[in-house]
């Protein structure tokens, strides 16, 4: 009985384990398509943090992106598994005139 409770929760861990990369793939793979469609460079993505809200697990990716290719801002993206909730962007900054 031991063993077969150890080998659900192998797979238990597996699935949870599976389920984190393919939320995190869907994540790049989203922010890369609205970068590209707002003109900015994405720089990088990574998972910031997990929290319950209303009921439902939220996943918060934090990203940084270029709107000029000088300056570095940072996005929130919020998803609940692969459906996008919110994104949100700082209010960017104009790049300063060569003349």
């Known amino acids: 009985m031991g063993e077969l ?3 659900l929760g ?3 861990l597996g699935a949870g384990y599976w389920q ?3 939320q995190s793939e869907f994540a790049r793979q989203w922010l ?4 590209r469609k707002q ?3 994405l720089l990088s993505v990574y998972r910031y943090r997990y ?3 209303k009921g439902r ?3 918060q990716f934090r990203f940084e992106f270029s709107h000029d290719g000088l300056q570095q801002d940072e996005g929130v993206l919020w998803l609940q598994q692969l459906t996008v909730l919110d994104v949100s962007l700082p209010v ?3 790049s300063p005139s060569m003349h």
């Not at 890369?32 to 970068?35: D, G, L, M, Q, V």
């Open 5 to 7: 409770l150890g080998i």
């Open 39 to 41: 003109q900015f460079q």
């Open 92 to 94: 960017l900054r104009e």
């Open 32 to 35: 890369e398509r609205y970068c």
């Open 57 to 59: 697990l939220i996943a």
């Open 51 to 53: 929290q319950w809200q």
């Open 10 to 12: 192998l797979c238990a």
């Open 20 to 22: 984190v990369r393919r």
